[in-house]
């Protein structure tokens, strides 16, 4: 009787314990699948075995069907002009080294993030609505999937933003373009924050994104060989003498001036498309600059049509500027 109350006792205690084992499973997800998809599932998600710095791009492009993450469904899609504002968050350690959504390794000092919907890979211009503080990072990774958070940034990325120690902050989520899978050293990414730091606006950004590195040389498309349409870009060495450049007397559209040639070079093949563009080098103190531009023109009426055509490619803060019979540069665009 005594043995027969203690195996009675012990099957209640099992009894009990199955069904709080049963709640508790109930909120997880229920598939290796889902798994992956939650990044406070912990485990599904494997570690980087190479040796040296965790490679950066990579992965595949990813969009994905909808999916459910306890108890609520998201729905991956395209979302051109994507803008909305809520609350961010940030995952570092726990997560460092580790597989992200579309195949990527997650480094928590880069500029990444997890977003819920957006496609994999893909840039979005985040703003810190409390600070006003703002960055471009690549998207590479789905979360966060605790109540209604917008995004899931890097530690990296919330120090930069500077909401680190408070855990979360209200941001707004601009998406900018798709991003290369791969890209060595987050190239484009640097390019974009340079240019963002410089004014450039969603549009101007997007023609960054896939870009080409700077070449010794570049030929703009054209129908005829005869006559292009655009420029040949050749680049000056650093030795070289900067040669007076003579223009005539008239107005151009200044589009901007850049500290990074790539991303001139990135403004100047965007714009050649549109119109008849230059660019120069000039002594900019510590470093050269590259201002690109257009021709000159003969009135101003002409100048201000050439102005609507630059702001409606993407390029609002141009301004007419007239010129004199000889600007003193080194051209590199002619």
Same mark, same amino acid.
């Given at each position: 009787?005594?043995? &027969?109350?203690?195996?009675?006792?012990?099957?209640?205690?099992?009894?009990?314990?199955?069904?709080?084992?049963?709640?508790? !499973?109930?909120?997880?997800?229920?598939?290796?699948?889902?798994?992956? *998809?939650?990044?406070?599932?912990?485990?599904?998600?494997?570690?980087?075995?190479?040796?040296?710095?965790?490679?950066?791009?990579?992965?595949?492009?990813?969009?994905?069907?909808?999916?459910?993450?306890?108890?609520?469904?998201?729905?991956?899609?395209?979302?051109?002009?994507?803008?909305?504002?809520? %609350?961010?968050?940030?995952?570092? =350690?726990?997560?460092?080294?580790?597989?992200?959504? @579309?195949?990527?390794?997650?480094? %928590?000092? &880069? *500029? #990444?993030?997890?977003?819920?919907?957006?496609? *994999?890979?893909?840039?979005?211009?985040?703003? @810190?609505?409390?600070?006003?503080?703002?960055?471009?990072?690549?998207?590479?990774?789905?979360?966060?999937?605790?109540?209604?958070?917008?995004? &899931?940034?890097?530690?990296? #990325?919330?120090?930069?933003?500077?909401?680190?120690?408070?855990?979360?902050? %209200?941001?707004?989520?601009?998406?900018?373009?798709?991003?290369?899978?791969?890209?060595?050293?987050?190239?484009?990414?640097?390019?974009?924050?340079?240019?963002?730091?410089?004014?450039?606006?969603?549009?101007? *950004?997007?023609?960054?994104?896939?870009?080409?590195?700077?070449? #010794?040389?570049?030929?703009?498309?054209?129908?005829?060989?005869?006559?292009?349409?655009?420029?040949?870009?050749?680049?000056?060495?650093?030795?070289? =003498?900067?040669?007076?450049?003579?223009?005539?007397?008239?107005?151009?559209?200044?589009?901007?001036?850049?500290?990074?040639?790539?991303?001139?070079?990135?403004?100047?093949?965007?714009? !050649? =498309?549109?119109?008849?563009?230059? %660019?120069?080098?000039?002594?900019?103190?510590?470093?050269?600059?590259?201002?690109?531009?257009?021709?000159?023109? !003969?009135? =101003?009426?002409?100048?201000?049509?050439?102005?609507?055509?630059?702001?409606?490619?993407?390029?609002?803060?141009?301004?007419?500027?007239?010129?004199?019979?000889?600007?003193?540069?080194?051209?590199?665009?002619?």
């Amino acid at each position: 009787m005594h043995r &027969d109350g203690h195996v009675g006792w012990f099957l209640a205690v099992l009894a009990t314990l199955a069904l709080v084992l049963v709640g508790c !499973s109930s909120d997880r997800p229920k598939s290796s699948k889902s798994r992956s *998809l939650n990044p406070f599932a912990g485990t599904g998600s494997p570690y980087y075995k190479g040796k040296g710095p965790i490679p950066e791009g990579g992965g595949k492009y990813h969009v994905g069907k909808p999916y459910q993450v306890a108890g609520r469904w998201y729905t991956p899609k395209e979302q051109p002009g994507y803008d909305k504002k809520g %609350m961010a968050s940030w995952y570092g =350690e726990a997560f460092h080294a580790r597989k992200t959504s @579309n195949g990527e390794w997650f480094d %928590m000092a &880069d *500029l #990444t993030a997890a977003h819920p919907t957006l496609p *994999l890979p893909s840039y979005a211009k985040v703003t @810190n609505l409390e600070n006003g503080k703002t960055v471009v990072v690549r998207i590479n990774d789905r979360g966060p999937f605790v109540g209604t958070r917008l995004i &899931d940034l890097s530690k990296r #990325t919330s120090e930069y933003l500077g909401f680190k120690h408070r855990g979360k902050a %209200m941001v707004r989520v601009q998406w900018i373009e798709d991003a290369p899978l791969q890209d060595k050293g987050y190239r484009h990414l640097a390019m974009m924050n340079n240019e963002m730091r410089d004014g450039a606006n969603i549009r101007q *950004l997007a023609s960054v994104a896939h870009s080409k590195a700077p070449a #010794t040389t570049e030929i703009a498309k054209t129908d005829s060989p005869d006559e292009p349409v655009a420029k040949t870009v050749a680049y000056r060495t650093a030795e070289a =003498e900067p040669e007076p450049t003579f223009v005539s007397a008239g107005f151009v559209v200044h589009v901007a001036t850049f500290s990074k040639r790539s991303n001139a070079d990135a403004t100047y093949a965007y714009l !050649s =498309e549109v119109t008849e563009v230059q %660019m120069y080098q000039f002594e900019g103190g510590d470093a050269p600059l590259y201002r690109v531009q257009t021709v000159s023109v !003969s009135d =101003e009426d002409e100048a201000a049509a050439l102005l609507d055509k630059i702001q409606s490619a993407g390029f609002p803060d141009a301004k007419i500027r007239r010129v004199k019979v000889q600007q003193v540069a080194a051209k590199i665009a002619g």
